[in-house]
T-cell receptor, first 114, second 109 residues
Framework: DVKVTQSSRYLVKRTGEKVFLECVQDMDHENMFWYRQDPGLGLRLIYFSYDVKMKEKGDIPEGYSVSREKKERFSLILESASTNQTSMYLC?????????????FGPGTRLTVL | GENVEQHPSTLSVQEGDSAVIKCTYSDSASNYFPWYKQELGKRPQLIIDIRSNVGEKKDQRIAVTLNKTAKHFSLHITETQPEDSAVYFCAIGAQKLVFGQGTRLTINP
């Protein structure tokens, strides 16, 4: 079974804080993704990575950055958290590139920015 | 860029009836069309997918149909059961996945 874990289920931060969300997968997948999920908007891609130290912007990268130093770990960074970044954040990994096959999701981190 | 519209946003059906959710898209380059199910408080999980060289795929009570000419694809659930209650997301894929807005399906006993 593919296992994708995220560092926190719930997180509360203050405006202006630097926030790190961590994601780890144990199936040696090349491809990893960060999405945010908001009601009525579905899942929107923030960043993705198809190899260690490689990253690509998704559809809504503004205000975020990512780090992938090791194959199994993909981190999402909010440089200066703002209230409009309050959301559910989902990490995913896949064996094939995004357009090629199943993505396995983590449990999500619900981030609240006060 | 890619865009996918999903309808309806909510759907309520009687147990045993069928449910149909439809997605339309604009990017002709899309060649992968998955459907994900997200139960309350849980992570999205793939339930069925189809590729552009296939028009229909079925897995027990679930089927997906694809019309590439008209750029739409649909999820069909037959003989619905209470455990089918969830939010369903379609997506289109080429280099990346673009998700629809989601459909909240409620099965009434």
């Amino acid at each position: 079974d593919v296992k994708v874990t995220q560092s926190s289920r719930y997180l509360v931060k203050r405006t202006g804080e630097k926030v790190f969300l961590e994601c780890v997968q144990d199936m040696d997948h090349e491809n990893m993704f960060w999405y945010r999920q908001d009601p009525g908007l579905g899942l929107r891609l923030i960043y993705f990575s198809y190899d260690v130290k490689m990253k690509e912007k998704g559809d809504i990268p503004e205000g975020y950055s990512v780090s992938r130093e090791k194959k199994e770990r993909f981190s999402l960074i909010l440089e200066s958290a703002s209230t409009n970044q309050t959301s559910m954040y989902l990490c995913a990994s896949s064996l094939r590139p995004a357009g090629g096959g199943e993505q396995f999701f983590g449990p999500g981190t619900r981030l609240t920015v006060l | 860029g890619e865009n996918v519209e999903q309808h309806p946003s909510t759907l309520s059906v009687q147990e045993g009836d069928s449910a149909v959710i439809k997605c339309t898209y604009s990017d002709s380059a899309s060649n992968y069309f998955p459907w994900y199910k997200q139960e309350l408080g849980k992570r999205p999980q793939l339930i069925i997918d189809i590729r552009s060289n296939v028009g229909e795929k079925k897995d027990q009570r679930i089927a997906v149909t694809l019309n590439k000419t008209a750029k739409h694809f649909s999820l069909h659930i037959t003989e619905t059961q209470p455990e089918d209650s969830a939010v369903y997301f379609c997506a289109i894929g080429a280099q990346k996945l673009v998700f629809g807005q989601g459909t909240r399906l409620t099965i009434n006993p």
